[in-house]
C-alpha cells in the first residue's frame, strides 16, 4: 500500500513540475502584468488622449486591487515622457482618429533630461551600465543599477507573459526589471499617479496629481 501511494505520489510531482514551469513562464503566479495588447492614455479634464510614445510592451500594472501600482522597463526606452506627464510638459491635440480617444499628446522639449545613463567602469573593459532619473531641479532621484541585488522598493522583476527570448541554443520566459513608477513619482516628485483599466477597450489611462 505505501509503495503504491509513494509512485502516485511520484507521478503527481512529475506531472506537476513541469506544469508548474509551463504556467510560470506565462506569469500566472505573479501580480503584475505586462500591457501588451494595450493602448495607453493620459486623463486630462475627463478626456482621455493617446500617451504614445510611451510603449505598452514596457508597461505594467498590478493585474487587481484599487491602488493599482504602474510599472516601467528599466532599460526600455520612452520612461522620460512618464516625468513628462508628471510636470504637464505636454500638448494635448485633439482628434477624432481613434473613436476610443479624444486626441493625442505632443510632448515638449524645454524640459531637462530626466533619464541619463552613465559607464561605471570596473576596470579598462568592463563596465556597468548605471541608469539615473532627475527630476525637475536636476536632482538624481534614483540609479538602476541591473548588477545590483533587486531593490524591491523600486524595482520588480517582471515575466511578459507568452514571451521567451532565445539565447544560444536555450529560451525562457521573457523576464525584465521594471521600475516602480507610483512609488517612484510619489515618494521623489510628490506626484500621485492613478491607474484605470478599460478591459472591454483595451484601453490603461493615467492620471497624475
Known amino acids: 500500500m505505501r509503495v503504491r501511494i509513494f509512485i502516485f505520489i511520484l507521478i503527481i510531482g512529475i506531472i506537476c513540475v513541469p506544469a508548474y514551469f509551463i504556467m510560470s513562464s506565462f506569469g500566472l503566479f505573479q501580480n503584475e502584468k505586462v500591457l501588451v495588447h494595450y493602448k495607453l492614455a493620459i486623463e486630462v479634464k475627463d478626456k482621455k488622449y493617446d500617451a504614445w510614445p510611451l510603449i505598452s510592451s514596457y508597461t505594467a500594472i498590478d493585474k487587481k486591487g484599487d491602488n493599482r501600482q504602474l510599472y516601467y522597463q528599466a532599460e526600455g526606452s520612452g520612461i522620460e515622457y512618464l516625468f513628462q506627464l508628471a510636470y504637464g510638459q505636454y500638448e494635448l491635440r485633439p482628434s477624432k482618429e481613434n473613436p476610443f480617444l479624444d486626441g493625442g499628446v505632443h510632448y515638449t522639449m524645454d524640459h531637462p533630461e530626466y533619464v541619463r545613463e552613465e559607464k561605471q567602469y570596473e576596470n579598462a573593459s568592463d563596465y556597468t551600465e548605471l541608469t539615473h532619473y ?45 521600475i516602480n513608477i507610483s512609488k517612484l513619482f510619489k515618494d521623489k516628485l510628490g506626484v500621485n499617479v492613478k491607474v484605470d483599466v478599460d478591459e472591454d477597450n483595451k484601453i490603461v489611462t493615467l492620471s497624475m496629481t
Do not use: H
Open 134 to 178: 532627475y527630476n525637475q531641479q536636476e536632482q538624481i532621484i534614483y540609479t538602476y543599477n541591473p548588477e545590483a541585488k533587486l531593490d524591491k522598493t523600486y524595482v520588480r522583476s517582471i515575466i511578459t507573459a507568452g514571451m521567451t527570448r532565445t539565447t544560444g541554443r536555450s529560451s525562457r520566459a521573457v523576464k525584465d526589471d521594471y
